[in-house]
């Protein structure tokens, strides 16, 4: 089992910055590809980015060149660095990990709101 825990949430004005951090525990030997996940009021939860074990990203076209995805393996932390940061970005961002034994573990979330 693998427990994830989410910080750096809040509320910022559009044009700002965010840092989320998700910190993996439990089994943590069984990692493999982490990400972020994001849901909008009323949408469905969509992938935002993830990077491989190898430290391959990918992300949703709404934020490249904006969002910037990092792990740290040491400290079993990903990261999120947001920037430009658009009213459509508001949501509960969800930090996602995927085992070398193809398990899902989700975190309980963090509400990132752009708003002036």
């Known amino acids: 089992q693998v427990q994830l825990v989410e910080s750096g949430g809040g509320l910022v004005q559009p044009g700002g910055s965010l840092r989320l951090s998700c910190a993996a525990s439990?089994?943590?030997?069984?990692?493999?590809?982490l990400g972020w996940y994001r849901q909008a009021p009323g949408k469905e939860r969509e992938l935002v980015a993830g990077?491989?074990?190898?430290?391959?990203?990918n992300y949703a076209d709404s934020v490249k060149g904006r969002f910037t995805i990092s792990r740290d393996n040491a400290k079993n932390t990903v990261y999120l660095q947001m920037n430009s940061l658009k009213p459509e970005d508001t949501g509960v961002y969800y930090c996602?990990?995927?085992?070398?034994?193809?398990?899902?573990?989700w975190g309980k979330g963090t509400l990132v709101t752009v708003s002036s």
């Open positions: 996602w990990l995927r085992s070398m034994y193809a398990t899902d573990y």
């Open positions: 439990g089994s943590t030997f069984s990692i493999n590809t």
């Open positions: 990077i491989t074990s190898g430290g391959i990203t």
